[in-house]
């Protein structure tokens, strides 16, 4: 079977001074694929994902995206890090939804989705609006083009940072606790959002607490502890019948 | 104010004075405090109204041509050395958050000289800088005797824009410290550069915490102005200062000097409060815009 892979990591290593953050991390993906990545808190989750689009400097490993060396570029036996322009170019095929939304305060919800096709992809503006007014509508925020963030619930706020993500037609959205700091009944409309992305055949890296999602979503679940790659498989057996004790017992407690 | 005598009250009634008129408490100290504050208010101009001033000669030079050509050249200069201030703090703050070691020491270095030193004193300097460089300029390209550029319009700009930058970097750089550190990943993560990050993301972010304290520098400006009267650079109170060397009324003409300065400054403050509000967008829920 010939699936296109869309991320390749690869040994990835992150230390903070002596502490081990992540230790030799491997994961591929393949197009199309929704993968959940778990584990308690402090296991490198989200210093991982945070990697794959260089937010995040690692200490050694390679990560490709679409076969292209992310972060760094080949000259002999070396991998010298590119300039912040390539840099730039790169992470506009990888979309990122944070835990604290981080939507732009000083733009409404309309204006946050269109800053980076305007200004980064240079895109012609009319062309730009329509397709920003329709993914809010998608996202079930169609009323709501003229607020500004502040104006906006967490999971309305999340919504268009989805939105923002998706409107630069990325090839990958990786998203970072999306649902933690939302109160527990906005947490629905935002996973939904998500089912409707995943559907629609987006390759997606979820680090997330909601196993629900991702025993209903996810093709595939990684489970990370202490800064390792514990157990990688299809959702259905990593969530059911974990091979690796340590899975199996952090399954447990968050269902307990 | 007289309460109806208690009745022999069976429990029904106590309950039954929800009906009645809440009175407010009366402030009587704020009244009091209030006369005696605008007695010594009434007591104060009636001072100056019987003082030996005479109040023609405020009125007769308040539009006269010297007083209006000095407060035009006093905003000149507010504005001159303002900018200058504004483009240094910028730069400054700039080099100061940068990662380079050098770039940072040097910024540092400058707050604590240009801050430390008087600016009446920088002033002087700068004035009299043709004492140690009689010329200047790149030798075998070309050369300008100093007393021929460092006039004292040059010098006073030079003087308060160069301090003025010392203070300005510091407000900058507030304004940068604000900016949430997600707002910077946010940024990244759509592919913009260092440089649109900051024109687009980080700046309009900053200016909202950076507009009132420079708003109120721009005011400080206005009236630090008055030091290059010390180097003949003819501002508003250096023309009142040569008019009342002549005509003796010391009072009257600083008087109107006041005015003028007190007319800008009201001015400022207006403009300052419709830049606060166009920055502050999107910082308040204003639902009712919607």
Redesign the interface.
């Known amino acids: 079977m010939s699936k296109e892979i869309v991320v390749k990591a690869v040994d990835v290593t992150k230390l903070y001074g002596t502490f081990t953050a992540l230790d030799k991390v491997s994961l591929e993906i393949a197009k199309g694929e929704v993968c959940c990545i778990i584990g308690p808190s402090g296991s490198g989750k989200s210093t991982f994902l945070r990697c794959i689009n260089q937010l995040e400097k690692m200490n050694s490993g390679a990560i490709w995206v679409n076969d292209e060396l992310i972060g760094y570029r080949r000259e002999g036996n070396n991998l010298h890090e590119i300039s912040d322009v390539e840099m730039s170019r790169q992470r506009r095929h990888i979309g990122m939804v944070f835990q604290r939304f981080n939507l732009f305060p000083h733009k409404t919800a309309l204006e946050n989705i269109m800053e980076g096709p305007i200004q980064v992809l240079r895109e012609p503006v009319a062309e730009v609006r329509k397709r920003s007014e329709d993914l809010l509508v998608r996202v079930g925020l169609g009323d709501k083009a003229g607020h500004y963030p502040s104006q906006l619930s967490g999971g309305q706020q999340q919504r268009v940072a989805i939105a923002r993500a998706m409107c630069m037609r990325p090839e990958l959205i990786l998203f970072d606790e999306p649902t933690s700091a939302l109160d527990p009944e906005l947490v629905s409309e935002v996973l939904d959002v998500m089912k409707d992305l995943a559907a629609s055949g987006m390759t997606m890296i979820v680090v997330t607490h909601e196993l629900g999602f991702a025993r209903s979503v996810a093709n595939t679940v990684a489970f990370m502890e202490a800064g390792k790659m514990v157990e990688v498989g299809p959702a259905s057996e990593v969530l059911t019948s974990p091979k690796s004790p340590r899975t199996m017992e952090f399954i447990r407690a968050v269902h307990s | 104010m007289t309460m109806p005598a208690p009745q022999a009250a069976s429990p029904d009634q106590k309950y039954e004075i929800a009906h009645l008129t809440l009175v407010p408490k009366r402030h009587i100290g704020r009244v009091v405090t209030a006369a005696l504050v605008l007695a010594a208010l009434a007591a104060l101009i009636r001072a100056f109204s019987v003082g030996q001033i005479e109040w023609s000669y405020v009125r007769d030079f308040l539009f006269a041509p010297a007083i209006l050509q000095g407060l035009q050249s006093t905003l000149l200069m507010t504005v001159a050395a303002m900018t200058l201030g504004i483009v240094l703090g910028v730069v400054i703050a700039l080099m100061r958050v940068s990662g380079n070691p050098v770039l940072s020491s040097i910024a540092v270095g400058y707050v604590w000289i240009f801050r430390g030193a008087p600016a009446l004193l920088q002033l002087m300097i700068w004035f009299n800088l043709a004492l140690i460089f009689p010329t200047m300029g790149i030798p075998g390209l070309f050369e300008f005797r100093t007393v021929d550029i460092m006039t004292p319009f040059v010098a006073a700009m030079l003087g308060l824009g160069i301090s003025q930058g010392a203070y300005t970097s510091e407000v900058v750089r507030s304004g940068l410290l604000s900016v949430?550190s997600?707002?910077y990943?946010?940024?990244?993560?759509?592919?913009?550069?260092?440089m649109?990050m900051l024109r687009?993301?980080v700046l309009?972010?900053a200016m909202?915490v950076m507009v009132p304290p420079i708003g109120n520098e721009v005011i400080g400006m206005v009236k630090l102005t008055s030091l290059a009267s010390v180097i003949q650079y003819s501002e508003i109170l250096h023309n009142a200062q040569i008019i009342y060397f002549a005509n003796t009324r010391v009072l009257e003409l600083l008087l109107v000097a006041s005015f003028w300065y007190l007319a800008v400054v009201s001015v400022l403050s207006v403009v300052q409060h419709y830049i606060e509000q166009y920055?502050g967008?999107?910082?308040?829920?204003?639902?009712a815009?919607?």
């Open positions: 949430d997600g707002q990943e946010a940024a990244r993560s759509i592919g913009m550069t260092q649109m687009r993301i309009p972010q909202r920055f967008r999107g910082s308040k829920a204003v639902s815009s919607m």
